[in-house]
C-alpha cells in the first residue's frame, strides 16, 4: 500500500507563485517515476508534471517554462514549483508515483492522497 501526502497549495493572485510538496512512503520501494496531477471541478484528472528516479522530467503543454518538477529520493519526495501562475491553474493538485519510467493516465491508480488545493485569483 502506498500513502501520498500533499501539501503547499493556497490562494494567490495571478502571476504568482507556489511550491507543492509530497511525501510518499509505504510499499514504494524501487519506484522509478513520480508525478503530479490536478484536477479542476468538472474535469478530468490530468498529469502536469513527471520526472524519472534519474532526473527525466516531462510536462504537459499547458505548463511547460511556467512549473518545474524536482524530487529527492532519499525522502521520496516530489516538488513542484508553480511560477506565473494563471487563474486556469486553479485546481486540487495531487501526486503519485509508478514503477515504470512514465506515470500513465489517472484512472490507472488505485491509490491518491487528499492532494492540496491551489486557488488562483485574477
Not at 504568482?16 to 511525501?23: E, I, N
Request: net charge positive; with cysteine; aromatic share 10%.
Amino acid at each position: 500500500q502506498v500513502q501520498l501526502v500533499e501539501s503547499g497549495g493556497g490562494l494567490v493572485q495571478a502571476g504568482g507563485s507556489l511550491r507543492l510538496s509530497c511525501a510518499a512512503s509505504g510499499s514504494i520501494f524501487s519506484i522509478n517515476a513520480m508525478g503530479w496531477y490536478r484536477q479542476a471541478p468538472g474535469k478530468q484528472r490530468e498529469l502536469v508534471a513527471a520526472i524519472t528516479n534519474g532526473g527525466t522530467t516531462n510536462y504537459a503543454d499547458s505548463v511547460k517554462g511556467r512549473f518545474t518538477i524536482s524530487r529527492d529520493n532519499a525522502k521520496n519526495t516530489v516538488y513542484l514549483q508553480m511560477n506565473s501562475l494563471k487563474p486556469e491553474d486553479t485546481a486540487v493538485y495531487y501526486c503519485n508515483v509508478d514503477w515504470g519510467v512514465t506515470m500513465r493516465a489517472s484512472l490507472f491508480y488505485h491509490y491518491w492522497g487528499q492532494g492540496t488545493q491551489v486557488t488562483v485569483s485574477s
